[in-house]
């Protein structure tokens, strides 16, 4: 299977995450990426080649002007404003205060714009999320262009990202913008399965009164795991959008056998809509070992994800979101594409 990487996704090394009360090395670091690319030369999974600037077109076909004029100027005005740490939001719009205009102070700005606070800017950030998103762009292209599967090894991850918000370590929601892609290169439907553990909140609010993107996200109950406030199954989508989107939350200490169970009922559903195309957000936070999920997927269960993913028989684009235990996320990662390119 065809790998789109850059070494220069490590150029994002932010160095504060908050959690827990305290100021942490973040989880999403650089390493994750050499861990990934390590693992996929040393089994052998195919040609690794670098991105295309794809430029911002397919982005704002997503995201709003404002938010991405935002990514753009938010460390400089962070700066500017003296502040010495990294750019972190530490109040919002919240229910007793919706409606207002967007301030002008950069930390009002970041409140209106972030959707939680655990994810730092700095000045690598915004130049971050475009290469990834240039990764997911090339990836997406290939599976258009040969029919054949990829994977967009990107970083920072996407899914959480929305149309004008950021948090949970995305910016830009690449699995959106390949899924407009395909759509606006002739595509007529596209189906985004998510299996990270986080709920992709980001994808299920950009397509939600959509039926031409039909969205399906497995995950940590909303209940107890970020992002807390979305993903529940009672959310199928709204208006044209009624019934294109699916939630699977499900309960902390998931094992295998009930994860499948969740996922074989996405599939099939799928397969009722008939996509031209499939898009993986492809978290391996699921595991058994991961930091900050609770789930209790091991190794090898990654190689029965990728070859139930193939059986669905679609032309399919994997793109990277998260994982945490670092040191086991690329085997974890390369045995789903190990598992899709053996069935
Ligand atoms: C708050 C938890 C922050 C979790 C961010 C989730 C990132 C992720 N301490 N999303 O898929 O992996
Ligand atoms: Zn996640």
Not at 188 to 196: E, G, H, M, P, T
Not at 252 to 278: E, H, K, N
Request: hydrophobic share 40%.
């Amino acid at each position: 299977m065809l790998i789109v990487h850059s070494d220069a996704t490590r150029d994002r090394r932010t160095l504060t995450e908050l959690f827990a009360g305290q100021l942490v090395a973040p989880f999403e670091c650089p390493e994750r990426v050499d861990y990934i690319i390590e693992r996929a030369r040393t089994e052998s999974i195919g040609e690794i080649r670098g991105p295309d600037e794809h430029g911002l077109e397919p982005v704002l076909a997503i995201h709003d002007a404002d938010y991405i004029d935002f990514l753009r100027v938010a460390w400089r005005d962070w700066q500017a404003a003296g502040y010495e740490g990294e750019a972190i939001p530490n109040i919002w719009p919240t229910r007793r205060m919706p409606g207002g205009p967007i301030p002008r102070h950069i930390e009002g700005r970041l409140g209106y714009y972030a959707l939680a606070g655990e994810t730092s800017l700095n000045a690598d950030t915004f130049e971050a999320a475009l290469l990834s998103k240039d990764i997911a762009l090339t990836a997406v292209d290939q599976v258009l262009d040969s029919g054949a599967p990829a994977f967009a090894l990107c970083r920072p991850p996407g899914h959480h990202a929305a149309r004008d918000q950021y948090g949970g370590y995305c910016f830009i929601n690449n699995v959106a913008v390949s899924a407009q892609r395909a759509l606006d290169r002739g595509h007529q439907r596209v189906a985004i399965l998510d299996i990270d553990f986080h709920h992709g909140n980001g994808t299920q609010d950009i397509f939600y009164e959509r039926s031409d993107v039909l969205t399906l996200s497995l995950h940590g109950d909303p209940m107890d795991e970020f992002p807390y406030f979305l993903g529940f199954a009672n959310e199928t989508g709204r208006g044209e959008g009624e019934g294109y989107n699916v939630n699977y939350p499900l309960p902390s200490g998931t094992d295998y056998a009930r994860w499948a169970q969740a996922l074989d009922d996405a599939i099939a559903r799928v397969r009722d809509f008939a996509p031209d195309m499939l898009i993986i957000a492809l978290g391996v936070d699921t595991f058994e070992n991961d930091p900050i999920s609770s789930f209790t997927l091991q190794s090898d269960d990654y190689l029965d994800i990728g070859a139930r993913l193939k059986r669905i028989g679609l032309p399919t684009l994997f793109v990277m979101e998260g994982g945490y235990a670092v040191e086991e996320i690329g085997v974890n990662a390369i045995n789903v594409l190990k598992g899709f390119d053996n069935a």
